[in-house]
């Protein structure tokens, strides 16, 4: 994939498409560049022809290009379309095969991978209708990068701001690695796990599935047969990824091991609950004085439970940890008899629970390495990878 058609709509992160083109370029891509009329008004582009070095296309109906039809000359010359940044107004466009302008006539006339990265105001973003127009795009095949949380042109803090170049750079890259999981199976946790206390209330974790679902998608489209186990998300479902969804510990622990047999690789990327309540009270807990006891007891080691069993997949954990991270980490490798852990450090709010990005400090025994903070998904890509070369090397 060398050949990049970026799209860019009318919003505030327009500049930032610059710095893409920038980098792109740098990183040996041959980058066109198409945009909308308000993407002019925020940045001109006579800035993306130099940076780029190609003329920049416009017009739907251009006088210079329709007799040997631009538009569908220009599709069919993408290896890639990446349309960043992608406004609400875009996304709803595409989502229902509006083609009123050049870039959204180009979404439709493109079959090669389409990946947008979003922008706009968090309200916009959380809006009900720009989440459905998102799932459906998702649906269509389309990849999102982003959009990350953080402080906004207009002021508003929140989700909705696009990602940075370098993440988007990283994130294209992530696309080219080859068929390295053809023919494994893979089973996959995620997300949090929900114990129920009474019929309204339950004990349970900031853990989003991010994580999780990002193996799971990036593993599918390595090659991998993946079944992800996912606790209760707010996450759209993967295509191609058989998801059996579960509530608690003890389901998400049957649910696994229902599945376990013939997997060749277990990936525990959820945030399991350690402790359940002893009983779930069967009408709402009234209250009482001024504290109250909860009885809980251990819930069962899911990831301990496959690793120990006599025809074991290549079993990866995670430890998410807030002090002393690697020996915490080594602790439960050794411990819970795992081929491989992914330690996380979950004390800063930037990474690990719910956080479009990570870090992880991957061991194995007589083995470690780091891997920066990055994209969920492209560090999927990247701890898929190492788990490949392990087990190669096994
Ligand atoms: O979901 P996100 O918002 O994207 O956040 C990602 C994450 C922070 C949840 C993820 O990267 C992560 O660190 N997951 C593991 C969280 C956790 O529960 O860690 P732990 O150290 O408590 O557990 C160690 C390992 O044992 C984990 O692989 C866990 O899945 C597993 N476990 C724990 C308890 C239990 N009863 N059964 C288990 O299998």
């Known amino acids: 994939m060398k050949r990049v058609l970026l799209g860019v709509s009318g919003g505030i992160s327009a500049y930032k498409s610059a710095e893409l083109v920038s980098l792109l370029i740098k990183h040996d891509y041959e980058v066109r560049v ?26 739907l109906l251009d006088e210079n290009q329709e007799n040997s039809m631009g538009h569908i000359n220009l599709a069919r010359w993408a290896d890639v379309f990446l349309i960043a940044p992608a406004t609400a107004n875009c996304i709803a466009k595409l989502s229902h095969g509006i083609a009123d302008d050049l870039l959204s006539t180009l979404y439709l006339a493109a079959e090669c991978p389409v990946y947008i990265a979003p922008a706009m105001n968090q309200a916009m973003w959380h809006k009900s209708i720009t989440q459905e127009n998102s799932r459906r795009l998702r649906q269509q095949g389309v990849g999102f990068i982003g959009p990350e949380a953080g402080r906004q042109a207009c002021g508003d803090i929140g989700l909705g701001r696009m990602s940075e170049p370098a993440a988007i750079l990283q994130f294209l890259e992530a696309q080219q690695l080859p068929s390295i999981l053809h023919a494994k199976k893979l089973l996959i ?6 114990e129920a206390l009474d019929p309204v209330r339950y004990i349970s974790n900031k853990s989003s599935g991010k994580m999780g679902y990002a193996l799971a998608e990036q593993a599918q489209k390595l090659g991998a047969e993946v079944t992800l186990i996912s606790g209760p998300v707010h996450l759209p479902k993967l295509n191609n ?16 091991m229902q599945e376990i047999t013939g997997q060749d690789i277990m990936i ?19 209250k009482q004085g001024s504290t109250i006891q909860l009885d809980l007891e251990k819930t069962q080691d899911i990831v301990a439970s496959v690793a120990n069993l006599t025809d074991k997949p290549f079993t990866v954990g995670f430890a998410a940890e807030t002090q002393d991270l690697k020996q915490y980490a080594l602790g439960k490798l050794q411990r819970k008899k795992l081929d491989m852990i992914a330690a996380n450090w979950v004390a800063k709010a930037e990474g690990g629970f719910d956080a479009e990005q990570n870090a992880l400090h991957v061991f194995w025994n007589g083995g470690e390495k780091q891997l920066e903070m ?21």
């Open 34 to 59: 198409v945009m909308t009329t308000a993407a002019m008004q925020f940045i001109a582009p006579l800035t993306f022809q130099a940076l780029s070095g190609n003329p920049v296309a416009t017009q």
């Open 189 to 194: 946790t995620a997300g949090p796990t929900r």
């Open 241 to 256: 990824v058989k998801t059996i969804f579960v509530e608690s510990a003890e389901q998400m622990y049957q649910a696994v």
């Open 268 to 286: 525990a990327a959820a945030a399991v609950a350690d402790y359940t309540p002893k009983k779930i009270a069967s009408d709402k807990i009234k």
């Open 374 to 394: 990055m994209h969920k998904q492209v560090l999927a890509k990247q701890l898929l990878t190492l788990i490949v070369e392990r087990i190669k090397l096994l």
